[in-house]
């Protein structure tokens, strides 16, 4: 069964780059219809997606967001990443790494189907 | 300000059945699936529902979705003490190239 584990600080000061790491095991990063998303959730607010990438680095990012986030994969150690930058208080959250599948065919079907989790990271000085 | 609304909260007693409805616009529920996730406290979403009206594998009969237009909603009848949760839907949004997701409502089983 594919497992996805969330790994990096859980403690930030402002300004610094959140950075964080998911890795997979017991399954391949590299497959066709598969994106690997992040999606967070502040204390007592709801999930918010912050972005998707597929094993060539292909990337979907959430709009609002977009000018600080930067995903990246590495096929060799079934790792993906995503740096966010100038971090405040309101980055604090907990982040979750998920299998995202995403295919296109007449509709756009999306469902982050297998979770990580999830990692609390406190942005406080 | 999410873009799909959900209400914030529901309510109902074992054994009755609830409905939560997701409200979006022509470039998400409107062009396509929604999906369904439960989220209990402290523990990651579970994909409940997908394609609309699809339960996942191993998911109970007493949960089902359905989606008209710009809506959708998720029925869970016959309620018990572990369906106590946040609910969440979700849907691609052709106009941010991105996920969207509800706001969650939270439902208590009294």
């Known amino acids: 069964q594919l497992q996805l584990q969330e790994s990096g600080p859980g403690l930030l000061r402002p300004s610094e780059t959140l950075s964080l790491t998911c890795t997979v095991s017991a399954g391949s990063i590299s497959g066709d219809s598969y994106y690997w998303g992040w999606i967070r959730q502040p204390p007592g607010k709801g999930l918010e997606w912050i972005g998707s990438i597929d094993y060539h680095g292909n990337t979907y990012y959430n709009s609002s967001l977009r000018s600080r986030v930067t995903m990246s994969v590495d096929t060799s150690q079934n790792q993906y990443s995503v740096k966010l930058k100038s971090v405040t208080a309101a980055d604090t959250a907990v982040y979750y790494c998920a299998r995202h599948f995403l295919r296109h065919s007449g509709y756009y079907e999306d469902a982050f189907d297998i979770w990580g989790q999830g990692t609390m990271v406190t942005v406080s000085s | 300000q999410s873009v799909l609304t959900q209400p914030p909260s529901a309510s109902g007693t074992p054994g009755q059945g609830v409905t939560i409805s997701c409200s979006g616009g022509r470039y998400n529920l409107g062009s396509n699936y929604v999906y369904w996730y439960q989220k209990l406290p402290g523990t990651a979403p579970k994909l409940l529902i997908q394609?609309?009206?699809q339960p996942r594998s191993g998911v109970p009969d007493r949960f089902s979705g359905s989606k008209s237009g710009t809506s959708a909603s998720l029925a869970i009848s016959g309620l018990r003490s572990e369906d106590e949760a946040e609910y969440y839907c979700?849907?691609?949004?052709?106009?941010?190239?991105?996920?969207?997701f509800g706001g969650g409502t939270k439902l208590t089983v009294l």
């Open positions: 979700a849907a691609w949004d052709d106009s941010v190239s991105g996920v969207v």
């Open positions: 394609r609309n009206d």
